[in-house]
């Protein structure tokens, strides 16, 4: 089982509308948690960190399930400029690296 | 301004060549990592470091050797046992309470 899983997509919706990414993590130790969003051919850059009561940010909400051992980003009100691809990322137990996802790409269209 | 630096930003390397790629950060992180990226694939952590003079292997270390010799300092080098090298190279820090990484603009080598 890898460390990080995310489901690559694209997923592809249209304006306005809310869509939901999910990535589940194998240690149940992990401590730290975060969103990146990567543009093409860009650095990735932190979207949100993901806290355990959860955390929303504009149109961006974050929940951290950690029985279950996965995170959820949630956008709402798509916009054109979200285009992307989502990176989960979690740091290991001591800190000792950070582990990303795959990532999934998300398409929004007019 | 605070921030992390890679060159360069695109490099071309001969088979057989060795090549290093530079990565500087003036964040006073402690940790330190290097990233390999395909077309349309995730990151895959190559060799990453804690502290000064010491570093880890990652998922995909071999052919590739870093060192540490300062804190501000972690440069890359892509040896000629590398089969495959073309890719987008990122370094990143991190400070060591785990909050978010920082990463530089990264680096595209293609071996012509």
């Known amino acids: 089982r890898k460390e990080v899983e995310q489901d690559p997509g694209p997923f592809n919706v249209p304006e306005g509308a809310t869509v939901a990414f999910n990535c589940t993590y194998s240690?149940?130790?992990?401590?730290?948690f975060f969103w990146y969003r990567q543009d093409c051919r860009k650095e990735p850059k932190l979207l949100m960190s993901v806290y355990s009561s959860g955390n929303e940010d504009g149109r961006f909400t974050a929940q951290l399930n950690r029985a279950s051992q996965y995170i959820s980003l949630l956008i709402r009100d798509s916009k054109l400029s979200d285009s992307a691809t989502y990176l989960c990322v979690v740091n290991t137990p001591g800190f000792q690296k950070l582990v990303f996802g795959t990532g999934t790409r998300l398409l929004v269209s007019p | 301004d605070g921030g992390i630096t890679q060159s360069p930003k695109y490099l071309f390397r001969k088979e057989g060549q060795n090549v290093t790629l530079s990565c500087e950060q003036n964040l006073n992180h402690d940790a330190m990592y290097w990233y390999r990226q395909d077309p349309g694939q995730g990151l895959r952590l190559i060799y990453y470091?804690?502290?000064?003079?010491?570093?880890q292997k990652g998922d995909i270390a071999e052919g590739y050797s870093v060192s540490r010799e300062k804190k501000e300092s972690f440069p890359l080098t892509v040896t000629s046992a590398q089969k495959n090298p073309t890719a987008f190279y990122l370094c990143?820090?991190?400070?060591?309470?785990?909050?978010?990484?920082?990463f530089g603009q990264g680096t595209r080598l293609t071996v012509v």
């Open positions: 240690n149940s130790a992990s401590q730290s």
């Open positions: 990143a820090s991190t400070d060591r309470v785990g909050t978010e990484a920082f």
């Open positions: 470091s804690q502290i000064v003079n010491d570093f």
